[in-house]
């Protein structure tokens, strides 16, 4: 049981580059999720899914991309890199359930030059 | 707005004392709260939850409480160890089963 794998673990860009950062999960998670963490600041959701074909913008949503083909997968497409994107990217998934605490991915280290 | 955070961002302790972590949220719809604690270079990791209908939970040497008339919450951890060094964030739980975190405390345990 493998939880949640993010990929890559680090990544250097040049400005309007673009790439994907894989997030998968093994636990029949419906409800996933994309963070961003930034220096002195808590995580800022991104986008999330609640199940397959369904995908949500959260509070910071503008240069990401996201899809949800299957319970399993829930990659982040960044399609013109910025320097403002410079971050720690994580990946969390939970049970819609109420009461369940969310599994988070170890992070993917994101610097745009 | 909305928004979850914390009261100090830096928590020095000697080793054995017990700690006290605060945080304060706005949204007083939030109806689940989490801490988390994240280890340099690590994805946080689940500590303890609370419903927004209890006022006290505890786990093992770890304590949160819940005070929904000043919308503020704690995470008491009991004798303090080496281990417990890390940054602790809060997160309250809102509409859509989004999250919204704090801006995170980091603990320092002295030997």
């Known amino acids: 049981n493998a939880g949640v794998t993010q990929t890559p673990k680090f990544q250097v860009l040049k400005t309007g580059q673009s790439m994907t950062l894989q997030c998968a999960q093994d636990?029949?998670?419906?409800?996933m999720s994309w963070y961003r963490q930034d220096p002195g600041m808590g995580l800022r959701l991104i986008h999330y899914?609640?199940?397959?074909?369904?995908?949500d913008q959260g509070e910071v949503p503008n240069g990401y991309n996201v899809s949800r083909s299957t319970t399993e997968d829930f990659p982040l497409r960044l399609l013109s890199a910025a320097p403002s994107q410079t971050s720690v990217y994580f990946c969390?998934?939970?049970?819609?359930?109420?009461?369940?605490?969310?599994?988070f991915g170890s992070g993917t280290r994101l610097t745009v030059v | 707005g909305e928004s979850v955070g914390l009261h100090l961002p830096t928590l020095s302790v000697q080793e054995g004392d017990n700690s006290i972590i605060n945080c304060a949220y706005s949204n007083s719809a939030s109806d689940y709260f989490i801490w988390y604690k994240q280890e340099s270079g690590k994805g946080p990791q689940f500590i303890i939850d609370?419903?927004?209908?209890?006022d006290k939970r505890q786990g093992q040497r770890v304590t949160v409480l819940l005070n929904k008339t000043v919308k503020h919450l704690s995470l008491q951890i009991a004798a303090t160890q080496p281990g417990d060094s890390a940054v602790y964030f809060c997160a309250g739980r809102n509409a859509g089963n989004m999250l919204t975190f704090g801006g995170g405390t980091r603990l320092m345990v002295k030997p």
């Open positions: 899914s609640v199940g397959a074909g369904i995908t």
């Open positions: 609370i419903r927004s209908n209890m």
């Open positions: 636990m029949n998670h419906e409800y």
């Open positions: 969390a998934s939970s049970t819609i359930a109420a009461g369940y605490g969310y599994t």
